[in-house]
């Protein structure tokens, strides 16, 4: 995913705002100009975010969005790039604590369509899409929140303490009947911190926007089932009576030998 182009963020607006002597003969941009000078020290503002677009083929779907909250609410539209297999945007709505003792919230909206499967069978674009997730954060305790996974992906969905992730299933109908799936999962996790007003800031969060293409899920997690090797047909069994005459066999060749040798020294 991309950011909207041509399309600010709130924020830069707001500083645009500041930014123009018009605006500044009002009263309203003294106000926030005062609040900035007196959060500023307390919340540095971070809003701009950070895309990692991580994989996207035909059967996989990962990307991965970095930001924290700062002190001015702020919007953030991600739009699909053009010509790849899914089809992808979303919405990020950083909401900061309004007043003191109160939390800053998180809220994430994802609509996603499989357009283009891995199997030749597959029918595309999937018509049971798109498909719409979201999820929300509103801290209540300092500290890290979520499951940090060893790495983005099918790790950032699987069940363990403190994760916090969403998931979805869809049928991905085949051209020769019954279906393949499309399995969707949107998590977060990160860090919260309290101020001296007890307001608790995202300080930092992670976004994983998930997708995986299966022939047959995983009854148990998210993802795929594993398929498991195929083991080699084993070769011809000789029959018992086979065996049991192979021992005998040989002792009778090996004594005619024998006899063989021992009239031919007599000879001599």
Request: net charge negative.
């Amino acid at each position: 995913m991309q950011r909207r182009p041509g399309l600010p963020s709130l924020l830069a607006l707001a500083l645009n705002l500041l930014r123009s002597p018009a605006a500044l003969k009002g009263a309203f941009p003294i106000i926030i100009a005062v609040g900035l000078v007196l959060l500023g020290p307390l919340r540095v503002d971070a809003s701009g975010i950070t895309i990692n677009n991580l994989r996207e083929d035909a059967g996989f779907f990962d990307t991965l969005v970095k930001g924290s909250i700062g002190f001015i609410p702020d919007i953030h539209f991600l739009v699909d790039i053009p010509n790849t297999p899914w089809e992808s945007s979303s919405t990020i709505f950083e909401a900061p604590a309004p007043a003191p003792l109160l939390p800053d919230i998180l809220r994430v909206n994802w609509t996603i369509q499989h357009l283009v499967g891995p199997d030749p069978n597959d029918i595309d674009p999937n018509a049971f899409g798109p498909t719409d997730l979201s999820l929300r954060f509103i801290p209540t305790v300092a500290g890290p929140f979520g499951s940090v996974p060893i790495v983005p992906g099918v790790f950032s969905c699987s069940p363990s303490p403190g994760a916090i992730f969403t998931v979805t299933t869809i049928a991905h109908p085949l051209a020769t009947g019954g279906s393949h799936f499309d399995d969707f999962c949107l998590a977060v996790w990160g860090n919260v911190s309290a101020n001296i007003f007890g307001n608790l800031g995202i300080d930092s969060y992670n976004i994983n926007y998930v997708a995986i293409h299966c022939d047959q899920l995983d009854p148990a997690a998210f993802g795929c089932a594993s398929v498991p090797p195929l083991t080699p047909a084993p070769g011809p069994v000789p029959e018992p009576s086979t065996l049991v005459l192979l021992g005998p066999g040989a002792l009778m060749m090996a004594c005619k030998k024998l006899r063989h040798k021992v009239r031919a020294i007599v000879r001599r």
